[in-house]
């Protein structure tokens, strides 16, 4: 494997209006540059991504990703990356503007197939509008069959980009535009409707999601000499909750939570109680295969309130640590999960401490 994947995130954006850069803002759940360096991880055709950026990003943890400083201009931000890599050996390079986070795995992988027998693969869209085009007051048809409208990720044969790219200064929008004023050959292919390009805020709301909700309820009786976990966090009580697994009531309440909204029936069928090698399992990795199989299908995480129905131990107390522990555990924000404490009144097994019970609720969204 000896791709390249460069994001160009080093852009002003101004016709975006904000002081935050758009490649930065908050688009589904996380910043928008990360949409395209997630799928590009995710398809496994590059052994280093490079993200150009003006502004500092941290809590990059994966070595195959490095972060380099950009130019005024998109060419020249190109050209450092490329510049960057030069020594790298990497035969080819596929080159992506961070404003567009909605391209799918099976374009990048369409362009790496065409790569094989091109040194230039270029996503496109034509249009159904009619056009025409001005030349200063003078306004003339033009024929839209001879339109061709260039989307990216764009990918090459890196030493012919490169050495392309050193003799060039003149600005240009995108790095096709090289092989093109070159007269060099370009395989085109079809682009997508839904890779458009963020340019301002209206743009954020153009894809469509669509939400699922997803209910849970759990009940596990306490009893002493065993440890209370909740949410994933070991918690100091009397007693714990007793199950064939740690009990976790909290856990079991959000994971019953994420089936419902994906539709995949409960807890019980995937972990069955009469099944030996659950025995004692934790409830973090009860979790764990339900997230992968979560993103697997392409769903985020919207939100999740979780009710916790005991008299002791008192939620407030511990609220924030359960928030920040499901926070790891589930990979989102803390300010997505909301933890309610409930009482009842010294009612029942809940009153006199001898179980404890939790309900939640899930939202998620997904590309429609
Ligand atoms: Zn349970």
Redesign the pocket.
Known sequence: MTNCFILLAAGKGKRFKSNNPKQFTNYINKPLFMHSVNKALKSKLFKSIIIVSNKPIKNIRNKSIKVITGGNERYQSSHKALDFIKNKKFKNVFIHDAARPNFSLKLLKKLNFNLKKNKAVVPYLTTDNSTKYRIKNKIQNLNREYLLFTQTPQCFDFKTLYNLSKSNNIKITDDVSLFLNNNKKVKFVKGEQENFKITTKDDLKKINIKNFYGIGF???KLTKNKKLYLGGLKIPFHSGLQ?H?D???IL?AIIDGLLGAMRKKD?GSLYPSNKMKFKNIRSPNMLSPILKNLDKEGYFINNIDVNLICERPKVSKFREKIITSLSNLLNINKDQINLKGKTVEKLGLIGKEQAIACEAIVSLNRYA
Request: glycine share 20%.
């Open positions: 759990d009940i596990h199950g697994s009990g976790d009531v079991h807890i």
